[in-house]
T-cell receptor, first 116, second 112 residues
Framework: DTAVSQTPKYLVTQMGNDKSIKCEQN?????MYWYKQDSKKFLKIMFS???????INETVPNRFSPKSPDKAHLNLHINSLELGDSAVYFC???????????????FGNGTRLTVT | GENVEQHPSTLSVQEGDSAVIKCTYS??????FPWYKQELGKRPQLIID?????GEKKDQRIAVTLNKTAKHFSLHITETQPEDSAVYFC???????????FGKGTLLTVNP
């Protein structure tokens, strides 16, 4: 029974296409995130939602648009995919905000996106 | 939170030896410092964390130390085993508390 589940696990697509990644958590957490992990394993935050409200939007191209229909879901839509978008995208959730200390991040298993 | 330096980037030890990974941070208001372990092809998982009001925390073979004056914190793994081989990430919450900023990771290899 996966706590943070994301689909699909693998996504191979061509440049210029539009794709979506879905994430759901059954932990009852208030905060959800999208992180991007590049080929060098660097984990970089993209977006964060707290109670369905966007609280973090790092310098991510406008082609990336997150949507949180409710606290348990955070989806990521990517328009006009580029080669540089190839990476592993991790969804995560936490009970509160990270700095509160009692809110560790729980990661999903990742979506490996390959743009050809 | 904006700048977390992690060293070394790779670390190779013999089984049974200790391993130490260090991170430095820049925001003096940072108050939460977790460590995550990511095995090959898997998701990052929390292994230990420490808050700024504590200098050291231990959990079996893993310990974390924090030096607020010098703004650095370290992960210590004793009696390493091959299953400890993974990429380890430090992180800090920064003063805003809204996000975790991760270090660039350390690939630890424990040789049998």
């Amino acid at each position: 029974d996966t706590a943070v589940s994301q689909t699909p696990k693998y996504l191979v697509t061509q440049m210029g296409n539009d794709k979506s990644i879905k994430c759901e958590q059954n932990l009852g957490h208030d905060t959800m995130y999208w992180y991007k992990q590049d080929s060098k394993k660097f984990l970089k935050i993209m977006f964060s939602y707290n109670n369905k409200e966007l609280i973090i939007n790092e310098t991510v191209p406008n082609r990336f648009s997150p949507k949180s229909p409710d606290k348990a879901h955070l989806n990521l839509h990517i328009n006009s995919l580029e080669l540089g978008d190839s990476a592993v995208y991790f969804c995560a959730s936490s009970q509160g905000l990270p700095g509160q200390g009692n809110s560790p991040l729980h990661f999903g298993n990742g979506t490996r996106l390959t743009v050809t | 939170g904006e700048n977390v330096e992690q060293h070394p980037s790779t670390l190779s030890v013999q089984e049974g030896d200790s391993a130490v990974i260090k991170c430095t941070y820049s925001d003096s208001a940072s108050n939460y410092f977790p460590w995550y372990k990511q095995e090959l092809g898997k998701r990052p998982q929390l292994i230990i964390d420490i808050r700024s009001n504590v200098g050291e925390k231990k959990d079996q073979r893993i310990a974390v130390t924090l030096n607020k004056t010098a703004k650095h914190f370290s992960l210590h793994i004793t009696e390493t085993q091959p299953e400890d081989s993974a990429v380890y990430f430090c992180a800090d919450s920064g003063g805003s508390n809204y996000k975790l900023t991760f270090g660039k990771g350390t690939l630890l290899t424990v040789n049998p």
